[in-house]
């Protein structure tokens, strides 16, 4: 079973930066499109970013121009570099992906979340 695995969460500083990264690890697969999501408490779940297995990306406005959204294909890892960190962006951040697993077919696959703390 394919599974994602995050890591880079942590407490920061408004200002501060923080990258997180999600590595796809299992057998007989392959990743099409890798995505980062976020829920800040009592709040619905929203896309922060996106990239496409040609790396194609997209951003909510509201981080657009502080985070990037980067694939190493090599690794089957996603990152998100996130700077200019700010209160509002204190959430649990959940790594996603569109994979074609070559036993199961095609799947929609969650990460556990990594929490992001950004204190002002």
């Known amino acids: 079973q394919v599974q994602l695995v995050e890591s880079g969460g942590g407490l920061v500083q408004a200002g501060g930066s923080l990258r997180l990264s999600c590595a796809a690890s299992?057998?007989?697969?392959?990743?099409?499109?890798m995505g980062w999501y976020r829920q800040a408490p009592g709040k619905q779940r929203e896309l922060v970013a996106g990239?496409?297995?040609?790396?194609?990306?997209n951003y909510a406005d509201s981080v657009k121009g502080r985070f990037t959204i980067s694939r190493d294909n090599g690794k089957n890892t996603v990152y998100l570099q996130m700077n200019s960190l700010k209160p509002e962006d204190t959430a649990v951040f959940y790594c996603n992906a569109f994979i074609i697993d070559f036993l199961r077919g095609r799947l929609e696959v969650w990460g556990q979340g990594t929490l992001v703390t950004v204190s002002s």
């Open positions: 299992g057998s007989s697969f392959s990743i099409n499109t």
């Open positions: 990239i496409t297995s040609g790396g194609g990306t």
